[in-house]
Nanobody, 118 residues
Framework: QVQLVESGGGLVQPGESLSLSCVAS????????MAWYRQVPGEQRELVAR??????????TYADSVKGRFTISRENEKSTVHLQMNSLESADTGVYYC?????????WGQGTQVTVSS
């Protein structure tokens, strides 16, 4: 059974930082492309950052709105993907979801709330 469990969400003020983590189980983690998405009520889920796995290869990618502020990384030995978020803005508020994909097989975490507010 595949599980993705996010942690690290919370309430911060604009300009502050927050780090999210997602631990995967039930998969050969290194082979999976991993990503973070976010969603606000009434809007579609949007891709925030993506880091490729060993099969696909390639570079990490970011939404234009987070470039230079967010960093995605992975620790294959711990089956964990991270999202370091700096200089947070109110527009970054939303539920952040961990996502795993390999050859069309996709999985989602349950989401973790990030709120940026003064």
């Amino acid at each position: 059974q595949v599980q993705l469990v996010e942690s690290g969400g919370g309430l911060v003020q604009p300009g502050e930082s927050l780090s999210l983590s997602c631990v995967a189980s039930g998969v050969i983690f290194a082979l999976y492309n991993m990503a973070w998405y976010r969603q606000v009520p009434g809007e579609q889920r949007e891709l925030v950052a993506r880091i490729p796995g060993a099969i696909t290869g390639g570079e990490t990618t970011y939404a234009d709105s987070v470039k230079g502020r967010f960093t995605i990384s992975r620790e294959n030995e711990k089956s964990t993907v991270h999202l370091q978020m700096n200089s947070l803005e109110s527009a970054d508020t939303g539920v952040y979801y961990c996502y795993a994909e390999k050859r069309g097989n996709t999985y989602w975490g349950q989401g973790t709330q990030v709120t940026v507010s003064s």
